[in-house]
């Protein structure tokens, strides 16, 4: 039965995995930036200090194959004729403090250190050979104090506060058949003395154990501590020596000592033998680690979630209210609680505006923390290809919603990989062609709209679309016939699809046909895009759209038929009013003259009959624009704007691509929001096709329900 203890160190060890990761990509940024620049002393010393804080977390958390790792790994750092070797250094020990972190979590097999701490060895002390976590140790080892940094700052924290430690010593009865029930024996006598600052061996030991080492502080004397503990069939002797630690504050350790510097402090192999002058002293002991700052609060996403749904509930009582005032004023216009109501609503409207984005933003996180696990793997990627590839990273602030932060890491990675592996060239190639011999690579996001946009460039040899057309064809992808009627943009679209490669030979980085196919199937998942520009010999860009999901934004809302729809205000420049006798046929659009341009339009229902009782009916245009190509919404009638909460819909209440989400009115009624880029793809595929373009807006096959119930919504009301 875990007690409070337990719980304790379980919370210290989800903040420890958490801290870690953060600690670890840390260190693989100023490795990095080490290697770019070996002269920059603070950057060095970064390193240490990385490496120091984990040392010390991990001893506090129990995990000692990390600590001696990292502990290890400092010996190194501190030598001066070491310095051209600690880059390559710091990212190999980056990756094993990756996988120990790894194993750790999943409770797995640590994984094999033997190789990395061989060479730690060799370079720190040549021709010795280091010992892995978990073999049988030196002397100097076996005889280091048992006690973690965290129970070291335990004990100095009693001895300020002057209370009487004791260290027990209880040798276990060779006879005794139960070691680990042995020690939760002595835990338990032991607490009932007084309070258990360590204990050793630690928790999760399965070992053999000749004998349980402690530190107690209470105020009971000796003998009866030393009585308690004598419990037949478990303990054979029992020794108990008084400790003492000068009180003195952590905060007033000498440097060398707060960096943990002073040297291995030998602890004799029988602590009730070691005087007082041998235990550990303040000096020793770091302070307790503070993995975070003081001002940030970790908070599962699910909690911020519901309270998201809660603010977007607020939001639909807000336009019910709004709705309830204006007829409360057209019915009594002279009522003088009129202005009052309305005051009250405005303030509200206001907070309620603020609460809205300071909740968005919680749940908003900076494209920075996606960034930087990129230059290690694009610098890993070039040296495996032999090439020289500088990354560079722009509008690492662009927020974005966690999940699909998350989503895009994959479809990112791929990206990345293929324009080391295939867009730039190697050295040689780029001096023959001009260039200089290290490629660049781009890494840019921000806001469009309400999209967010991550673009990945290169200054490569670009993508050439007959490549990609014969290779396709030569795979049986697509018929010669069907390959001569596709567009430059077209064919690129179909280095996405499963198993197309143009590399020849298969190696370890590409050539099956896997990788690019992921980024597509992503995105459709989450509703993206993406798109090529490339120019022969000067570079490839890709550029990936992504929806701003989660979010509650303000929405232009129309009629289609009989069904109410909804699209994002910021994505449409424009409303143009026409009759259909304004609209003429074109090759395969629909078009209008707005002013001195041909608009192409699309329709999101199928057309009026001909005759001349059509072609005086009003419609309107939405002008919406994807990218740099803009292109109109024929839609029947205009239904207002309104501020929206989306409700995102699974394949089970709808399996129409084209709607992305749903909302809830004031009245009740739901609407359904349209995904402008599967519109915009749709408008593409349609103009490729004989008939005119025309987009089919869900219909009986495609909506399983005539309209998603409200329930599924997350709220209450009736339908449209």
């Known amino acids: 039965m875990s007690g409070p203890a337990d719980e304790r160190m379980n919370e210290l060890r989800e903040l420890f995995f958490e801290s870690a990761a953060e600690l670890v990509e840390k260190l693989n940024e100023e490795a990095l930036r080490l290697e770019k620049y070996p002269t920059e002393k603070e950057t060095e010393r970064s390193l240490r200090r990385i490496v120091h804080t984990l040392k010390g977390d991990a001893a506090a958390c129990g995990f000692r194959e990390l600590s001696e790792l990292a502990h290890q790994l400092e010996d190194v ?15 190999r020990a980056a990756d094993a403090f990756s996988g120990l972190l790894d194993a750790y979590q999943r409770k797995t097999k640590l994984p094999s250190l033997e190789a990395l701490q061989d060479e730690i060895s060799r370079l720190a002390r040549p021709g010795r050979k ?7 140790k030196t002397r100097k080892a076996k005889d280091a104090s048992p006690w973690t940094e965290y129970e070291r700052a335990a004990m100095v924290r009693a001895a300020e506060a002057e209370k009487r430690l004791h260290e027990v010593v209880v040798q276990l009865d060779p006879q005794c058949g139960m070691p680990i029930a042995a020690r939760q024996m002595i835990r338990i006598a032991l607490e009932s003395m007084g309070e258990v600052l360590a204990l050793y061996p630690g928790e999760g030991t399965t070992g053999p154990m000749e004998r349980i080492q402690a530190v107690l502080a209470s105020e009971e004397p000796a003998e009866a501590i030393r009585a308690k503990c004598r419990i037949p069939a478990v303990s054979q002797s029992v020794k108990v020596v008084p400790l003492r630690l000068p009180a003195r504050p952590v905060a007033e350790m000498p440097e060398h000592a707060a960096d943990g510097e002073s040297g291995d402090q030998a602890v004799p192999d029988h602590p009730e033998e070691s005087s007082a002058s041998k235990a550990p002293s303040a000096a020793e002991t770091p302070a307790p680690t503070a993995n975070l700052a003081e001002n940030i609060l970790r908070v599962d996403a699910e909690r911020i979630d519901s309270v998201l749904n809660l603010v977007g509930e607020l939001i639909l009582a ?52 996606l960034f930087r696990r990129f230059p290690r793997i694009v610098r890993d990627v070039a040296r495996q290809c032999q090439k020289e590839v500088e990354l560079e990273t722009q509008g690492g602030q662009t927020d974005l919603d966690k999940t699909i932060l998350d989503a895009v890491a994959e479809p990112l990675m791929h990206l990345l990989r293929n324009a080391v592996g295939h867009g730039i060239e190697t050295p040689a ?28 460039s290169d200054d490569g040899r ?12 030569a795979r049986r992808m697509i018929q010669p016939a069907e390959a001569s009627r596709l567009s430059d943009a077209e064919t690129l679209q179909m280095i996405f699809r499963p198993g197309f490669s143009t590399v020849e030979q298969v190696t370890e980085l590409s050539g099956r046909g896997i990788g690019l196919d992921v980024v597509e199937s992503v995105l459709a998942r989450l509703k993206g895009s993406v798109q090529i520009e490339t120019v022969a010999g000067r570079g490839t860009t890709f550029r990936m759209r992504l929806p701003l999901t989660l979010a509650i934004l303000r929405a232009i809302l129309f009629r289609v038929g009989e069904r109410l729809y909804a699209l994002p205000l910021n994505a449409v420049s424009e409303i143009a009013r026409a009759t259909e006798a304004q609209i003429h046929p ?8 707005l002013r001195d341009n ?5 329709r999101l229902s199928a057309g009026p009959r001909e005759g001349r009782a059509t072609a005086g009916q009003k419609i309107f245009v939405l002008v919406v624009h994807d990218g740099e190509r803009k292109f109109g919404l024929i839609v029947n009638q205009l239904a207002g704007e309104e501020e929206l909460v989306i409700k995102g819909l699974d394949d089970k209440t709808i399996k129409s691509a084209l709607v992305s989400g749903a909302s809830i009115l004031g009245d009740g009624r739901v609407v359904l929001i349209l995904n402008l880029m599967a519109l ?10 004989p008939n005119l373009a025309t987009c089919g807006l869900p219909g009986d096959g495609e909506l399983i329900a005539e309209t998603p119930a409200p329930q599924a919504l997350g709220a209450s009301g009736g339908t449209s």
């Not at 041909?598 to 699309?602: A, D, E, G, H, K």
């Open 130 to 136: 280091a010992e892995a976590p978990g073999k049988k």
């Open 318 to 369: 807000k336009s019910m209210m709004q709705r309830t005032l204006a007829e409360f004023a057209e019915r009594f216009p002279k009522e003088s609680l009129r202005g009052k109501f309305s005051d009250a609503m405005a303030f509200q409207a206001r907070v309620l505006g603020d609460l809205q984005r300071s909740v968005m933003k919680i749940r908003m996180v900076p494209v920075e923390q």
């Open 429 to 456: 190639e780029r001096a023959r062609l001009g260039k200089r011999p290290q490629g660049l690579l781009r890494l840019l996001a921000y806001h469009q709209g309400n999209q967010v946009v991550i673009e990945v």
């Open 77 to 91: 750092f501190a030598l001066e004729n070491q310095a051209a070797n600690i880059p390559e250094m710091a990212l």
């Open 598 to 602: 041909v608009l192409p339009l699309l």
């Open 680 to 689: 915009a793809d749709s408008f593409k595929q349609a103009s490729a096709k």
């Open 586 to 593: 074109v090759e395969h659009y629909e078009v209008l003259q």
């Open 462 to 473: 670009g993508i050439a679309a007959g490549t990609v057309r014969d290779r396709a064809i």
